[in-house]
Structures are given as C-alpha cells and as structure tokens.
C-alpha cells in the first residue's frame, strides 16, 4: 500500500528545489535545504542493515554530499527535480559499489580493485560460471555481482534512458513506484512497465 507521507515528501522535496532553483540557489545550498527530507528516504536504504555495521542515514547522506561536491562545480548544474533526485540516487549506487571495491582491496591486500576485469586478473574469474560462486567467497560474489550490474545500468542508460531512471530511483533511491512517478513526473503504470522492462533487459545484459 503507497504511503501518502512519503509520497507528500518527495513532492515538497521537488517543489523545494524548483523553488531554491527559481530563486537563484545553488546546488550545495539547494542539498542543504531539502537533507532532512532526505535523510528520511535514506533511513529507507540503510534499514536493511545488519546491527553495528557502520552505514547509517546521516553518514549515508553526508556522503552523498561528498561524492557530489568534491569535485568544483559550476552552479545550475540541475535544473529540474527528477535531474537532482537522479544525481542522488546515482551517487548512493556509486557510494555503494566504491565500498565493496575498498573493502575487497583491503582482503586482496590492499591493492586498488577498480573494476571487473581486475578481479578476472585476481583470480576469482570463475565465479561468473554458473552455480560457482558457492565455493568461493561469498563476498566475492557479491563484488561481482555489484561490477556487473554497474556495467549493465551504464548500457541501460545508454540504450534505455527511462527504464534506468525507474531502477536507479527504486532501488538506488529507495523510492516507492508511486513516489517515482511523482518525481518524473509520469504514471504509476509507466514506471511500473519500465520497471519490468529494465529488470527483463539488465538480466540480458547480465547472461549475454
């Protein structure tokens, strides 16, 4: 069932913006604005996380803003909700695959893993055999997994910019379909059929 508080949220977060845009704001003053309504969404993401572990909503979303600032930049970088909400979700996807490569250096002895063609020179190339991955380390796998699908959402955006857009922001973004097509501004039934589309094209991508 779609949670009317929730959708009011992503609602006034993109209002929020339109308005601080409207006005001049920059994107670093438009962030700081809207981070409580943010923190709530990443509440969302980190709920799944198991006791201790060092991810929580506010260090999740301060480095958000890292990952989005630290490099100078010019500012109307985004004009429009949808493109901030993206640029959001797509720096918690990064932010995700950057730790899994820290923290796979650090067992491969701290040498840098930046992509999946290192991990093949590593060694762990046979886990993308079918049913292989049950005999090596789980968190392998999971590294894999997470370099692939990097690489496959990078083909949809390419090929499908709108059914990427509807798997960042439900699963990068932690948004509710309803809450998606709040933010693009189009039906519940669209998102949900390009929802289906590029889950079905990122399983091609991910067996071809």
Do not use: C
């Not at 996380?49 to 060092?54: F, H, K, L, Q, V």
Request: glycine share 8%; proline share 3%; no cysteine.
């Amino acid at each position: 069932m779609p949670d009317h508080h929730d959708e009011a949220r992503v609602k006034r977060i993109t209002e929020l913006f339109d308005e601080l845009r409207a006005h001049g704001k920059r994107d670093q003053e438009i962030f700081g604005e809207a981070a409580e309504g943010l923190k709530l969404l990443a509440r969302k993401l980190v709920r799944g996380e198991p006791p201790g572990a060092s991810m929580h909503a506010t260090r999740l979303l301060d480095e958000v803003y890292i990952k989005l600032f630290e490099e100078p930049s010019s500012d109307f970088r985004w004009e429009t909700g949808e493109e901030f909400f993206l640029a959001v979700a797509r720096a918690m996807h990064d932010l995700k695959v950057d730790y899994i490569r820290r923290k796979l250096s650090q067992k491969r002895g701290g040498g840098n893993v930046a992509s999946l063609d290192q991990l093949r020179e590593l060694g762990v190339d046979g886990l993308l055999e079918p049913g292989a991955a049950t005999n090596k380390n789980p968190f392998e796998a999971q590294a894999i997994q997470a370099f692939e699908i990097d690489q496959a959402l990078l083909k949809l955006r390419a090929e499908h910019p709108d059914r990427e857009k509807a798997i960042v922001l439900t699963y990068d973004g932690g948004l509710t379909r309803d809450e998606v097509a709040q933010t693009l501004k189009v039906s519940t039934d669209k998102v949900k059929k390009d929802l289906e589309k590029g889950r079905a094209r990122l399983r091609y991508y991910l067996t071809s």
